[in-house]
């Protein structure tokens, strides 16, 4: 069905009434049936409404299309042929006039039609010619709708491969202690292997909508916690959600199944979160079952503070533009020392993203940040590069002389 207010719905009302027809509609042939796609028909919605279909041998269109009967008939009680259709012993059209809908390519989608139950011998080729301008706008859209359709249902089919056949790779990017280096815990960063390339962001985006948005997410975190499963003790593993993730039993269930690990899961948000309220008990079911929350990239976007003070972090992530050009830039080092008092006020951590410079951690530490991430302190990375599994005891040794997160 066309979407009502579309510009072929409005094609088809200003045809109407131009007419005074009783009757417009824009019709697709499937097979050998005609399916009315888009209707306007006041008073007559019982009768017929988008998405009914009628048999082709029924109607008039498949003898229009064969020359068998004529495009403009202002009295169908006049054309003998019209007559015996079996459409007649159902509906008493009068007058009727329809053109073929053909698209780009060529082929016949369907028609566009006009019918009145009385007959209307005013009807002319004028208004034939008319009609088949609005006949060619609707090809037109429809051809466009029809190639939207298709490259949906490519990306679709082509994100559901990339979830079937993990066709991403999940890196991992050391959270440090800044005055030690010392790795605390790795946050979880995909990167899709698929082409054309697409940045991460571009393909979460694109999973959203075809619908499996969420599909993806869930691959993608069971697939982290899979080949990290050797990150044990104080070392955590940090994942990112989306607010939608949080609400979904599934991360309630997987984070039950591994309650034995540190687990700190980063909200990320691109749209605005409308039910705090839903978010809140998510989140609270998740700390109950022993995950660590995180607002990530605050700061920048969404993640405002009316954010973070709903949510109630443990750790803020503060965004790598507000450290960036810290060392030349006051008003950044500012609110940098803002969110560094919220977070001791309410007993949250602060990690620092996107620290490239030696400079940079040091007016970090100076700001009172202990905790950061960036090239400086290690680049992502596959997690056997950064922690080998015979080297997990004392790196966690080493992080874990005191609890940290």
């Not at 466009?144 to 490519?154: G, I, K, P, W």
């Not at 007016?363 to 056997?384: C, D, E, H």
Request: glycine share 6%.
């Amino acid at each position: 069905m066309l979407a009502a207010g579309s510009s072929i719905q409005k094609a088809l009302e200003a045809m109407r009434r131009h007419l005074g027809m009783a009757v417009a509609y824009v019709s697709e042939f499937v097979g050998d049936q005609s399916v009315f796609r888009a209707v306007d028909a006041p008073g007559l919605e019982a009768v017929i409404a988008p998405g009914d279909s009628r048999p082709l041998d029924d109607l008039f269109c498949r003898h229009i299309l064969a020359g068998r009967l004529p495009e403009l008939m202002p009295d169908v009680a006049a054309i003998p042929f019209a007559m015996t259709r079996p459409i007649m012993q159902q509906v008493p059209i009068g007058s009727h006039m329809s053109v073929p809908i053909r698209l780009e390519n060529g082929d016949t989608y369907g028609m566009f039609c006009c019918l009145s139950f009385e007959r209307n011998l005013s009807l002319n080729d004028r208004d034939l010619r008319m009609m088949r301008v609005f006949a060619d706008m609707a090809a037109h859209q429809i051809g466009e709708n029809l190639s939207a359709q298709r490259r949906a249902q490519q990306l679709r089919a082509q994100i559901q491969a990339i979830i079937d056949q993990k066709g991403f790779l999940n890196v991992f990017q050391p959270i440090c202690e800044l005055s030690t280096g010392i790795p605390l815990g790795f946050e979880s960063l995909c990167r899709f292997q698929s082409t054309p390339y697409r940045s991460p962001d571009k393909w979460f985006a694109e999973a959203e909508t075809v619908g499996l948005g969420l599909e993806l997410e869930k691959a993608v975190l069971a697939e982290a916690l899979a080949v990290t499963s050797h990150l044990t003790g104080e070392l955590y593993i940090s994942l990112n959600a989306s607010p939608e993730l949080l609400a979904d039993r599934w991360l309630l269930d997987l984070v039950r199944r591994h309650r034995s690990r540190r687990i700190l899961i980063e909200v990320t948000e691109h749209v605005a979160v409308h039910d705090y309220a839903s978010l809140q008990r998510a989140i609270s079911e998740l700390r109950d079952s022993g995950a660590m929350i995180a607002v990530d990239d605050a700061g920048a976007g969404y993640a405002g503070l009316q954010h973070i003070v709903q949510i109630q972090p443990d750790v803020i992530k503060l965004d790598n533009s507000l450290v960036r050009d810290i060392e030349r830039d006051p008003a950044r080092r500012a609110l940098l020392s803002a969110l560094i008092f919220f977070s001791r006020e309410t007993n949250c951590s602060v990690v620092a993203e996107g620290i490239e410079t030696e400079e940079q951690r040091i007016i970090l530490q100076a700001l009172g940040v202990t905790k950061g991430q960036g090239y400086l302190l290690g680049r992502p990375a596959a997690i056997s590069d950064l922690v080998p599994e015979q080297g997990q005891r004392d790196l966690a040794v080493a992080g874990g002389r005191k609890k940290r997160h």
